[in-house]
């Protein structure tokens, strides 16, 4: 028993590893962040595979963050967007890289809702 409860707890070490980074937005700015999921390298390659996308390796695990902030529609109306953020883990960003996806028509398929785009575009670029 106590050897079983060895390997458990040594199994969950590099987990810990794998916990997400903690960020936190400038208070009274309205942007929310908002964790949404990890991908190891090893995942990232396999979901880069299924979306057709090839050759691109993927060299680092990825944390993705929803971001939310206000903003005004056309005529002035305040409202709500959001955007994805993905961050390499254990690596630092060497640039920034904005991905603007085209128009949609609900919003199940934007980026921030990992969109099979958005979760191509995070891999790829983070």
Same mark, same amino acid.
Not at 74 to 82: A, D, E, H, Q, T
Not at 85 to 103: D, E, F, I, K, Y
Not at 105 to 116: G, H, K, W, Y
């Given at each position: 028993?106590?050897?079983?409860?060895?390997?458990?707890?040594?199994?969950?070490?590099?987990?810990?590893?794998?916990?997400?980074?903690?960020?936190?937005?400038?208070?009274?700015?309205?942007?929310?962040?908002?964790?949404?999921?990890?991908?190891?390298?090893?995942?990232?390659?396999?979901?880069?595979?299924?979306?057709?996308?090839?050759? #691109?390796?993927?060299? &680092?695990?990825?944390?993705?963050? @929803?971001?939310?902030? /206000? *903003?005004?529609? %056309? =005529?002035?109306?305040?409202?709500?967007?959001?955007?994805?953020?993905?961050?390499?883990?254990?690596?630092?960003?060497?640039?920034? #890289?904005?991905?603007? &996806?085209?128009?949609?028509?609900? @919003?199940?398929?934007? /980026? *921030?809702?990992? %969109? =099979?785009?958005?979760?191509?575009?995070?891999?790829?670029?983070?």
């Amino acid at each position: 028993m106590r050897r079983r409860s060895f390997l458990i707890g040594a199994a969950s070490l590099p987990l810990a590893a794998c916990a997400p980074r903690v960020l936190t937005a400038p208070a009274g700015s309205g942007v929310s962040l908002v964790h949404v999921k990890s991908w190891t390298a090893i995942e990232g390659m396999a979901l880069l595979a299924l979306s057709g996308v090839k050759g #691109v390796p993927v060299r &680092h695990s990825v944390d993705a963050w @929803r971001m939310t902030y /206000p *903003s005004q529609d %056309s =005529v002035g109306r305040p409202i709500v967007l959001s955007g994805l953020l993905a961050l390499p883990r254990g690596a630092t960003p060497r640039t920034l #890289v904005s991905w603007q &996806h085209g128009t949609t028509t609900t @919003r199940a398929d934007v /980026p *921030s809702n990992l %969109s =099979v785009d958005g979760i191509s575009a995070a891999l790829v670029f983070a």
